[in-house]
T-cell receptor, first 109, second 114 residues
Framework: DAKTTQPTSMDCAEGRAANLPCNHS???????VYWYRQIHSQGPQYIIH???NNETNEMASLIITEDRKSSTLILPHATLRDTAVYYC??????????FGTGTRLLVSP | DTEVTQTPKHLVMGMTNKKSLKCEQH?????MYWYKQKAKKPPELMFV???????INESVPSRFSPECPNSSLLNLHLHALQPEDSALYLC?????????????FGEGSRLTVL
């Protein structure tokens, strides 16, 4: 099963772009990369997912390297409400999402 | 309605008690999940139900007993728990088990075992 490696914590100034990296060097060809976030005391929230191509939605952009060994989640204009733990997850089997330790993002004024 | 509703939000129980956690969704999802989350740790998968049948049990102790009475409802029955079982229990649902990774999570039930 592919594992992910993320920095433990990151800081970002409000209004700036937050770029959260994730390494998944053992990912296999049919595994998707998912990003979720968990705001304190709430359930995790789906952000975005992708297989090979870059993806964008109303919340964020996902950039996946050509060799698929790493990816970056981009929050284009971070706000204080984006302070959360961000989980990069590689899909393991059918719907068996395994959460790693995540990155604690702190957005400051 | 894009919500997963969990009750109760907080539960305190003794080690000899029997209690249940309840999860409900009305999105027509056919896969439902229980996760356990200890403080400052990531969620850990416990059980997966697909079309009301248990499809994944991550070697969870038998003092946790899941039940899926219908496609909208998921229960977790608790009996003879230990203090180390104190945690946030998260329920989630998805359209099905195969096609999508978009899990919708509830806010969780915070369990304290005395």
């Amino acid at each position: 099963d592919a594992k992910t490696t993320q920095p433990t914590s990151m800081d970002c100034a409000e209004g700036r772009a937050a770029n959260l990296p994730c390494n998944h060097s053992t990912i296999s060809g049919n595994e998707y990369v998912y990003w979720y976030r968990q705001i304190h005391s709430q359930g995790p929230q789906y952000i975005i997912h992708g297989l090979k191509n870059n993806e964008t939605n109303e919340m964020a952009s996902l950039i996946i390297t050509e060799d698929r060994k790493s990816s970056t989640l981009i929050l284009p204009h971070a706000t204080l409400r984006d302070t959360a733990v961000y989980y990069c997850i590689v899909r393991v089997g059918f719907q068996k999402l395994v959460f790693g330790t995540g990155t604690r993002l702190l957005v400051s004024p | 309605d894009t919500e997963v509703t969990q009750t109760p939000k907080h539960l305190v129980m003794g080690m000899t008690n029997k209690k249940s956690l309840k999860c409900e969704q009305h999105m027509g999802h056919r896969a439902m999940y229980w996760y356990k989350q200890k403080a400052k740790k990531p969620p850990e998968l416990m059980f997966v139900y697909s079309y009301e049948k248990l499809s994944i049990n991550e070697s969870v102790p038998s003092r946790f007993s899941p039940e899926c009475p219908n496609s909208s409802l998921l229960n977790l029955h608790l009996h003879a728990l230990q203090p180390e079982d104190s945690a946030l229990y998260l329920c989630a649902s998805s359209q099905d088990q195969v096609n999508t990774g978009e899990l919708f999570f509830g806010e969780g039930s915070r369990l304290t075992v005395l």
